[in-house]
């Protein structure tokens, strides 16, 4: 291969890699002394992120080790272990007059001197341990085209980004992050921070928060921008949260509470005392159409009492405590004469124990599990395993009833790169069926995404370890979990779920419902976004 057909290939990338909004600021470290005498290129520092980041603004260091460059969002190495020394002189030719490193240098019809000028190169990027141009020597000595090893790869790129596909786009951003590839990284965010926004296309709203989990992954502040994206209520008092409007909206999730409460009417039909012990109570929006049903049980309601675990988080949510749930309950449980307690557990899912339940003997025990056990750590973060843990308190209590409703993913143990297309993937129907019942210029529906979505997102792209708390499990999983505590399958309300299904019908022909093995599927065209079963 020429080396000017190499130089015409790096003039097309750095066309489509020149930043047009910012780029990173990099501080290039000799091994000088300790500390390194910083080279500072200087760029713009317009904002990029779609959402409040702490790195937005930031001065992100490149620090090189034998195998990894890392950034640090104060602007200092991430390590301090064998620094080395960077060339940054740029190349130039007669056919450049800006100097571009990333051209002129290129320019050879000399295989020698082909290898020389790329070793070069590489090293200002990657520095002095680099493999890269081993790889192409060994192309050279063997007669392969380097253009198939190394070409090939920017020349799909660039076609991607020139049919404005923004999925696949996000999908080769990605990658370049799993692979440590910065240089293609960094290219690939500057053209997506001209392909998303939080108010078009659910693909480009979507990837607008994605984006922003790509890159506080880089800049290692995925937890710290979670922390700022707690969902809030709106402003006036009278409005819903913003949580309990995404439960309007997302009829998935609104069916599928509806399906867990169908199974603890069916196994408390008979019972004059009921206590229901809620590890997510939220806003106890789940438990109003249940009490409206005993209300109207032939020879009368039972005595309700429901306990109601939640933490810090949905407090912030509610702009209160629980004490806030248990007013509005029981003066929903008044206006229907129904006989009504409630016990506030405020604390997490996690510290449970079961003195904090207040079980009570000649109560029949309903427990429900609500979007919450993918919360809560297991044996891949925590030797405590809080997730096993706490099903087998609730086992030894001998419930007559447990519900489980989750989000139907997988992303708890799941590598970097497969998680964010399952993320991808699971969000992008989200977003879509959102369009479907909020407009898309709706103020609220971007406070929607913005303050609750957004938030998953981020933290299942940039976070790990105990950091990262949403931790979603198949169905399958969580069968086998709960059957290591000891449960058997309960079967669900088939009238119930034959009404959620003409209920759901009157939302949209893309919703679709199916039961199978016991449990029922709600989901987005061809994609199941939440399952719902019961236990006992």
């Not at 020149?18 to 600021?25: E, F, G, I």
């Not at 997490?348 to 609500?370: P, Y």
């Not at 949403?470 to 449960?487: D, I, N, V």
Request: hydrophobic share 35%; aromatic share 8%.
């Amino acid at each position: 291969m020429s080396g000017r057909f190499l130089y015409q290939q790096m003039q097309e990338v750095e066309a489509y890699c020149k930043p047009q909004s910012r780029t990173l600021d990099r501080q290039i470290y000799s091994s000088g002394s300790t500390q390194g005498t910083p080279f500072t290129i200087p760029n713009s520092h317009e904002q990029y992120c779609t959402l409040e980041s702490s790195s937005a603004n930031g001065s992100y260091a490149a620090y090189n080790s034998p195998s990894t460059v890392s950034f640090s969002p104060n602007g200092s190495p991430l390590s301090q272990q064998e620094s080395h020394s960077y060339s940054l002189e740029p190349h130039h030719s007669p056919d450049n007059a800006g100097g571009s490193p990333l051209s002129g240098s290129c320019i050879t019809d000399d295989a020698h001197d082909f290898r020389h000028k790329l070793r070069e190169l590489e090293t200002v990027m990657f520095g002095p341990d680099s493999d890269i141009i081993d790889s192409i020597e060994n192309a050279l000595e063997s007669g392969t085209n380097i253009e198939s090893l190394e070409m090939e790869s920017w020349r799909q790129i660039m076609d991607v980004i020139s049919r404005g596909d923004l999925k696949q786009v996000l999908i080769a951003c990605a990658k370049a992050v799993s692979d440590n590839d910065l240089l293609m990284a960094q290219c690939l965010m500057d053209k997506l921070r001209q392909m998303v926004s939080v108010s078009g296309e659910p693909i480009q709203r979507l990837g607008a928060y994605m984006l922003e989990g790509l890159v506080a992954r880089l800049a290692s502040s995925g937890s710290s921008i979670c922390k700022g994206l707690r969902c809030k209520e709106p402003a006036s008092s009278e409005m819903l949260s913003y949580m309990h409007i995404l439960y309007e909206v997302c009829a998935y999730f609104k069916f599928g509470y509806m399906s867990a409460n169908g199974a603890i009417a069916e196994a408390m039909k008979d019972e004059n005392r009921v206590h229901i012990i809620d590890f997510q109570i939220g806003q106890g929006s789940q438990w109003i159409s249940l009490i409206q049903a005993f209300a109207a049980r032939p020879g009368g309601p039972p005595h309700i009492r429901i306990t109601g675990i939640d933490d810090s988080t949905s407090a912030y949510a509610r702009g209160g405590g629980l004490s806030i749930v248990g007013k509005r309950l029981s003066k929903l449980a008044e206006s229907f004469k129904v006989p009504f307690e409630f016990q506030a557990a405020a604390m997490s899912g996690c510290e449970v124990q079961i003195e904090h339940l207040g079980v009570r003997r000649g109560e029949a025990l309903a427990v429900n599990f609500a979007f919450v056990l993918h919360h809560m750590p297991d044996e891949s973060v925590s030797t405590q395993n809080h997730r096993d843990r706490v099903l087998r308190l609730v086992k030894s209590m001998s419930p007559k009833v447990v519900t489980l409703v989750e989000q139907e993913s997988n992303t708890n143990t799941a590598a970097f790169f497969p998680r964010f297309l399952e993320t991808l993937n699971y969000y992008t129907a989200m977003f879509e069926s959102i369009d479907m019942t909020l407009p898309r210029e709706h103020k609220e529906r971007i406070n929607v995404e913005q303050h609750c979505l957004a938030r998953d997102v981020v933290n299942i792209i940039a976070c790990e370890g105990s950091e990262r708390v949403e931790r979603h499990e198949l169905l399958g999983k969580w069968r086998s979990r709960f059957r290591m505590a000891g449960f058997t399958p309960y079967p669900l309300s088939t009238l119930v779920n034959a009404t959620i299904k003409t209920l759901l019908e009157n939302y949209s022909d893309r919703y679709r419902l199916q039961e199978r093995d016991g449990a029922l599927y709600l989901g987005w065209m061809n994609r199941d976004l939440v399952a719902s079963c019961a236990w006992k």
